[in-house]
């Protein structure tokens, strides 16, 4: 029970790979250049500045980077400068503890095309304009637990 | 919010829906990894219904065949299974 004026908290449940340690979360991606709402799952990572959907989840998204605009600012990745397309006006859900589920817009997210080469990993990034959301992201990496939490 | 994205309870309860479907091939998956391994050796393998319907060495290639056959495949939960580990540097 909260008591007067706090909110309810709300947490999200983050899957923690136990060899790598990095965070991995279940979301789902809305947008108008889907036909309709599609599974991602989101490595989170604090050293990225923009939520990027990978190569690998473009291909298996359907994506046509060839509609997409490009972002005037190439981005920096390891290994030199990429020029990432650009998603706008995109909306991910995430299922709560509770079983709600709970809704982020962002103005625009990267998508690497996959005609760009490379790894084709079958997850996508979450980055800090996306964390940044959430009150708290909490790593506890003795009992295995992380939450990002509101 | 959820709504006003979605729309209707009909689709919200689809998106709950796609939530559990993958999240239960995850959870499958990662527990017949082993299996998994010693029979797809470093390969994408497509899991629906806590069933591997394709696997491939190649994502992309995998992709195509899935969307080949099945049309339609937001509900298929996409792991690369591997023992060699794989460092990543974001």
Redesign the interface.
């Known amino acids: 029970m909260c008591s007067r004026g706090e909110a309810a908290q709300v947490k999200i449940r983050s899957y923690i790979d136990r060899?790598?340690g990095?965070c991995y979360l279940?979301a789902?991606l809305?947008t108008d250049k889907l036909p309709?709402?599609?599974?991602l799952l989101l490595?989170i990572?604090t050293?990225?500045g923009t939520t990027t959907i990978l190569d690998?989840d473009c291909?298996?998204l359907?994506l046509d980077c060839k509609r997409l605009p490009k972002n005037r600012t190439p981005t920096m990745?390891?290994g030199g400068l990429i020029d990432a397309h650009m998603l706008t006006d995109v909306?991910f859900?995430f299922?709560d503890t509770d079983?709600n589920?709970?809704?982020e817009f962002l103005k625009a997210i990267e998508v690497i095309d996959?005609a760009q080469g490379g790894p084709?990993?079958?997850f996508s990034?979450m980055g800090v304009d996306l964390l940044r959301r959430f009150k708290r992201f909490v790593v506890d990496y003795e009992n295995d637990e992380a939450f990002l939490e509101r | 919010m959820v709504m006003a994205i979605m729309g209707s309870p009909d689709r919200t309860q689809e998106i709950v829906d796609l939530f559990v479907a993958h999240a239960e091939n995850s959870k499958w998956a990662k527990s017949n990894l082993v299996e998994l391994i010693g029979k797809f050796p470093d390969s994408y393998v497509a899991v629906r219904s806590k069933e591997v319907v394709m696997h491939d060495k190649s994502l992309l290639r995998l992709i195509k065949r899935l969307r080949t056959r099945f049309g339609d495949i937001s509900d298929i939960t996409i792991e690369h299974v591997t023992n060699k580990p794989i460092k990543l540097l974001l």
């Open positions: 060899d790598s990095h279940e789902i809305v309709k709402p599609e599974r490595l990572d050293g990225a690998g291909a298996r359907g990745v390891v909306a859900l299922r079983g589920l709970q809704a996959p084709r990993p079958s990034i």
